[in-house]
């Protein structure tokens, strides 16, 4: 199973792009595998979420973002952009 998420884009260079995905794994272990480009950074005992980032370099489209999981679940995600400092 993946679940797609919509592109955002950025305006500046160096701009940090974070998501995440929650499923409905009920206490059932699964394996969430971020989308290319993206590192993990926590992730929920293998079971119910997990989040990930990645900058990027340049301003524009951020291409949308794929997450699978090893089992069939519910879920939802998201993914969002924050300006470097200044």
Do not use: C, H
């Amino acid at each position: 199973m993946s679940l797609s998420v919509a592109a955002v884009t950025t305006t500046t260079p160096g701009a940090m792009l974070i998501g995440g995905v929650v499923l409905n794994s009920s206490n059932v272990t699964l394996l969430i595998t971020a989308p290319a480009g993206l590192t993990e950074r926590w992730d929920l005992a293998g079971k119910r979420g997990e989040y990930d980032d990645a900058l990027q370099g340049s301003a524009g489209s951020s291409g949308a973002k794929t997450w699978t999981f090893s089992t069939a679940r519910d879920a939802t995600g998201w993914l969002a952009s924050l300006r470097p400092a200044p």
